[in-house]
């Protein structure tokens, strides 16, 4: 791990996974359980990729760089300065297998 991505590690996130407890009417309950913290890097994206031709979102997408984690998938949502992001995206690069790149939407 080098010294230059520890240092751009300046955020710390919670790390939540989704249950899938049901109601009483089979429906998703909803409920998240706590997996713990991680230091992290948090960097705005533009609303909707244009060159896939996504439909924009008004919703902000955040890029979230951190040391690689087995269990951070599409159930899991991060805890951040009062808000929740939902992972969307998870990239682990094979030049860097130390990290992985989360592409996240704030959930309202």
């Known amino acids: 791990m080098s010294g230059e991505f520890a240092g751009n590690l300046r955020e710390r996130v919670d790390i939540e996974t989704r249950l899938g407890d049901r109601d009483s009417l089979a429906g998703a309950s909803g409920k998240y359980r706590y997996d713990g ?5 948090v960097s705005p994206l533009m609303p909707g ?21 087995e269990g951070v998938g599409l159930s899991t949502r991060l805890a951040w300065r009062g808000k929740y992001l939902a992972v969307r995206e998870v990239l ?13 939407e704030e959930v309202r």
């Open 49 to 69: 990729d244009v060159t896939r031709a996504d439909a924009l979102s008004a919703l902000p997408r955040w890029q979230v760089t951190m040391r690689k984690r």
């Open 92 to 104: 682990s690069d094979p030049v860097t297998p130390a990290q992985m790149r989360l592409t996240c």
């Open 37 to 41: 913290q991680a230091w992290a890097a």
